[in-house]
């Protein structure tokens, strides 16, 4: 399976980060574009989302109620089961980044995409995508500063300020300008998602030119990596079965299990890595690379599982109906005359 290409810029700016940190001035102005990138990013974030399909969504709550609950109860519940793996297999470092990947929201484009390639619900999908973005925008932070918020990760009054000022004030003025920019923006989707996407390697810079300075990467060993490779391939293991076994036994049907499965069991890179910008500040380096790596193992599983799903479908359509028989019951008598 071939490995996504934005991984590979993304590791590319990791190594550039390494090779070249922003030092001094450098890292001053570093910062300053990476705080201007993350409003900017917020601000796109709410000028695209259209608030009458997400109210025509709530028709089918059952579904969106399930999604939220598996984004931001279960996965975080998971999260928290692993600090039991502190200091032996993960570093307190790791485990904090680890927990942080359990509390962003839920993917968008991919989730749309697997949905689609399964032949599942993709309205459901489009909806349910929305509202974790949209919820996690808030639900985020304040998961963030009450499972964190004791164990070092510096969340204060103050941070919760600069997250509002960061990320939910420009979200809120996308969404009030979406009126007269909609269409600029619905017209020029491409473009803008370069920008997107070129607004967060600039926030992967900074963060990582920050941990490169404080020499934080000599706390991260590849044995350590390996493991947690296995324990998020775990954490995804379960959740991708519970989302479609749950949807089972909640009598969903296929086409909405489906879409439960992909937009309840993966993490949106593109929120989470500005999130941490804000929320870890210079710590971000660290915090960041679980999401990067569960980023990457999802999109190659969900890829085998949408193509699996998609050849059951197949199947289902092309597989002979049984025939129908009748009987018919000749009576026999005799005739007098």
Known sequence: MPIDPYILLLLGTVGLAALFPARGPAADVASGASTAAVALLFFLYGARLSTREALDGLRHWR???????????VFPLLGLAARGLVPVILTHPLYQGLLFLTLVPSTVQSSI?????????VPAAICAGSFSSLVGIIATPL??????????????AESLLKIVLQLLVPFLAGQLLRRWIGGFVTRHRRVLGLVDRGSILLVVYTAFSAGMVQGIWHQVSPVR???LAVVEAVILAVMLLLTWYGGKALRFDRADRI???????????????????????????????????????QLIVCAVIAKRRAREAAAEVTAPQPVATTRTVVGT????G
Do not use: Y
Request: net charge positive; aromatic share 8%; charged share 5%.
């Open 113 to 121: 995409a697997f949905t689609s390639m399964a032949r599942g619900n």
């Open 63 to 73: 579904l969106h109620v399930t999604v939220l609950a598996c984004t931001f109860l």
């Open 143 to 156: 998961l963030a500063a009450a499972l964190l918020g004791g164990s070092g990760g510096g969340f204060s």
């Open 259 to 297: 879409a439960i499965q992909f937009a309840g069991s993966k993490k949106s890179l593109a929120a989470g890595l500005p999130m941490a910008s804000v929320l870890f500040g210079a710590q971000a380096a660290l915090a960041v690379l679980p999401l990067m790596l569960f980023h990457q193992m």
């Open 333 to 336: 008598g005799t005739r007098s």
């Open 225 to 227: 990596l390996g493991a």
